[in-house]
């Protein structure tokens, strides 16, 4: 999804929030603004809202010398998944439907992101998790995904949050077999790189990063080796708002996101509520 005209009041309001974490000294923090709107001002059309965060986190990481500033908000996001791993696999292998279950539940661990909410209590998580079972979901959709997760021979599984991670074990690990695991390449945010991936148990699989700090997939500066993994499966899986920013627009291979939809411009592109649990399929 290239950005839209309403990305940007959103763009703008993270540069300030990014200068002011970068660094104390005033002019220093005028001189980061400046520096992130020429990159605004200088991108193409093409340019998706990950990419844009992946310049700022560059400039903000080489100004304040802090390479990862939200390491330790991700590993009491991990934690916590932790912590609740035991009671969300019982709840799965109790429930009528699974699959459904643990489908819903990695769709409900997305609520966990700093990056469209700045504000986001941790404490918020466990409820935002749990309600999902009480949200509209596309239950035609599901049974789809489980269909084509039964008869792929390789699925590419593309994580997002720290946290979140963690409660995507219940979906991947049935498939563990088939699976390869996508990671970002460099912090950004609370998403999870390779670190982050073995703190949340994550070691049944390969490992696949970007190779870059985009919260997101970029098709332009991702790594060739991500690339040609996700080229090559059957069906990719793509966790979270900013995979779908991502790769809804120039991503040809079948694919389903599995988001909550955390802003108005996703919600008016998919035509679905705010805050709403949705399973999409795409080149089916």
Known sequence: ?????????????????????ATPDLDRQYELVRRMLRKVVDADDRTTPPEFASFFNRIVNEVSGIEDAYREVKDKSTQLGLELLPELRQLVAESSDPFEAAVRLAIGGNIIDYGVNPEFNLLEAEAGIREVFDLPFDREACADLKRRMDQA???????????????????????????????????????????EAKLSGIDFAPIIDTGDCAPGVSLRHSSPEILDALSRADLVISKGQGNFESLDEEFTRPVYFLLRVKCKVVAERLNRPLGSIQIIGRNL
């Open 153 to 195: 021979k390789s699925i590419f599984y593309m994580l997002d949050n720290c946290g979140e991670a963690v409660v995507d074990r219940l979906l991947m690990e049935p498939y563990a077999d088939k699976l390869t695991i996508g990671v970002r390449g460099l912090p950004v945010l609370n998403d999870v790189t390779r670190r």
């Open 1 to 21: 999804m290239r950005v839209q005209i309403d990305c940007y009041p959103c763009i703008l309001s993270q540069l300030s929030r990014l200068a002011k974490m």
